[in-house]
Nanobody
Framework: EVQLVASGGGLVQPGGSLRLSCAAS????????MKWVRQAPGKGLEWVSG????????SYANSVKGRFTISRDNAKNTLHLQMNSLKPEDTAVYYC??????RGKGTQVTVSS
């Protein structure tokens, strides 16, 4: 059974940082591209960032480029998202997802003073 469990969310002030992690199991993590998506209150899913299976190719939505960094540790089956200079508009539930369409349990990020 494929499982993706995100963690690391919380309440942070504007300008602050958080590091999200996603623990993956039930599939060969190192063989799959991965991504982070988010859903803000009352809005649809938004793609945030993606990384290829080997970790050498990364891409970002314009809204987070220069502030967020995606990474992965294939030895530990873990995906990360380092989020810096957070803004109130980054408030959302963040999910990690596979390239075959599975999305795990999310973690809430709230940016507010």
């Amino acid at each position: 059974e494929v499982q993706l469990v995100a963690s690391g969310g919380g309440l942070v002030q504007p300008g602050g940082s958080l590091r999200l992690s996603c623990a993956a199991s039930g599939f060969t993590f190192s063989s799959h591209d991965m991504k982070w998506v988010r859903q803000a209150p009352g809005k649809g899913l938004e793609w945030v960032s993606g990384i290829n299976s080997g970790g050498g190719t990364r891409s970002y939505a314009n809204s987070v480029k220069g502030r967020f960094t995606i990474s992965r540790d294939n030895a530990k089956n873990t995906l990360h998202l380092q989020m810096n200079s957070l803004k109130p508009e980054d408030t959302a539930v963040y999910y990690c997802a596979t390239d075959f369409g599975t999305r795990g349990k999310g973690t809430q990020v709230t940016v507010s003073s």
